[in-house]
């Protein structure tokens, strides 16, 4: 299913490059790129409404737990099925449905926050909603992308795609604070459903589908919740492709989301003045890795897709994670948040570049689902190696035995890609 990429393509980059910021040379990606980022800015003001006010009505700890479970696990269950579906529809429809689902979901907080009605299972429905109008997003989103800008320009439309969506939950926290506290959570929440509005319709007015450079969308083979399973079946044949698959899985699952949720431990455990100050400027050093080295490495050129890189990146991300945990110097700790953003961004990217290329057009969504099953779906397991496994060690040493995990992984999964022929 895959077209035959020959070794010395796979380990090194290709020496002719492309040009900077390629893929905003196309009017509809970079009209696309930011009504994303607008669209990942509401997904995130949401989370802080929602959280704030769930915490507020019901003190329940359960509960947010569940809030984060509810917003990954639909990535897991759902991917390849999803995939499936960006493969046999037009793309546009698809992620405006995922869109439309986000509005609902908003605009039913807000009437169950206005009527003070909100009991706790509606309040879980709507957290699974929202997780599965991420999910559905995802993989429709990567095949417009290279609908866009084509392959030659792929590396460029992924890696700014990944850098705007970064802006978008670096200025959530900050656009939801402002929201709730000026305008309180109902108005909030309503005047958050309509920022997803540019996105949705702006895919009403471009001419592309996801499938206008490949001919087309062609009525394929039914995918099934069960059946799309089996496209693993189809990729484990190809060496490169599965490495980039568990390279994903593996900064997903041992690190993940849990560098956010354990930053409160950290800031205080820093002892840099005043914690809520530390805290913030941790969250802000976190996302501002992935912004600043998005633009830095788009405008540069350092990196370019191959395993080789990957790998790299990967790496970088786990040993400096290690010495976040480790060391209780502040500047140096965020310093290492900085290096890792940029890291895990590049990782991230390039991870996906090389699954977008490898895969075959009439399968692309369906590997890309696979893809994001690993990368996004095993979020939910930093809960357990970091989280739950804090509680036993400490988060210090769940996080640095974690990133550790993560690194003897790389190498694994670098020496399995090595004898890809």
Sequence with gaps: MNRAIPRSLVWFPVTTAPA?????????????????????????????????????????????????????????????????????YDCRRVIQAAQVLFMIVSITWGLLFLTDSLRIWEACVLLVLHGMAGALWGPGEQLMLHDFVGDDALPSAVRLNATFRSLGILFGPVVGSALLLGLGPVPGIFVNALIYLPLTVFLLRTKFTGHTRDGGVVERKRVGLLDSVRVLKDVRADRTLVSMIILGGLGSFFIGASLQSAMPIFAGDLGAGSEGTAYGVLLFANGAGGVLGGFLLEATGWVRPSVRAAVATTLVYGVTTVIFAATGNYPLALLMLVVGGVANLAAMSIGQTIVQLRASAEDRGRVLGVYGTAAMGGRFGSGITVGLFGAVVGVHWSLGLSAAALCAGTLAAAVYALRAS
């Design 20 to 88: 900077r910021f390629a893929a905003l040379k196309n009017r509809d990606c970079r009209i696309y790129l930011i009504g994303a980022a607008l669209a990942m800015m509401a997904d995130n003001i949401e989370h802080v409404i929602t959280y704030w006010v769930l915490w507020e009505k019901f003190h329940s700890p359960a509960l947010a737990g569940f809030e984060v479970i509810s917003h990954w696990v639909p990535f897991l269950l759902f991917s390849v099925y999803f995939g499936g579906l960006a493969d046999r």
